[in-house]
């Protein structure tokens, strides 16, 4: 296939386009030279003694201490569902709307409310009781195996 020569790029364009982001790239690296030196003098290597006085900067990790309240939003065609948490270090009964699914993935220990207990209690009682209906079923049935033989 053969292009016209209409079609071509001129190269002097070609060639000034190069140029001028070839001049861009050198300006950048430059940039970031002198930002990299500045950084670089400002950094010092600083040993303690035993019994030194030193200020720290701290910066505390928000963690939920409870889940106060659980409401299921709808948008449009999708459910979402808000947890009110509160927070440790927070003053009084503070407290936050925030995405569940936000605060799973953030990987916290996902508080358990009171509700929560109870249902996994009720659950863990169902189990035991299910396995004492299924043993009650095969002693029935083993009776009733009795009586027809």
């Not at 292009?3 to 364009?13: E, F, S, V």
């Not at 400002?42 to 019994?51: A, M, N, T, Y």
């Not at 701290?58 to 947890?83: G, Q």
Request: aromatic content about 8%.
């Amino acid at each position: 296939m053969r292009l016209a020569r209409g079609n071509l790029p001129n190269r002097r364009i070609v060639q000034t386009s190069s140029d001028k982001i070839n001049q861009e790239r050198e300006r950048l690296k430059k940039g970031r030279y002198r930002q990299k030196s500045y950084a670089d003098k400002r950094r010092k290597d600083i040993e303690f003694q035993v019994g030194d006085h030193v200020m720290l900067k701290l910066n505390f990790i928000e963690e939920p201490v409870a889940v106060v309240d659980r409401r299921v939003r709808k948008l449009r065609s999708k459910e979402y569902t808000l947890v009110n948490v509160q927070w440790k270090f927070h003053k009084g009964q503070e407290a936050t709307w925030e995405a569940e699914s936000e605060m799973r993935g953030k990987n916290f220990e996902f508080p358990l409310s009171a509700f929560d207990v109870f249902l996994i209690g009720l659950h863990k009682v169902l189990i035991g009781l299910h396995k004492v209906l299924i043993g009650v079923h095969k002693v029935l049935i083993g009776l009733h195996k009795v009586r027809i033989g």
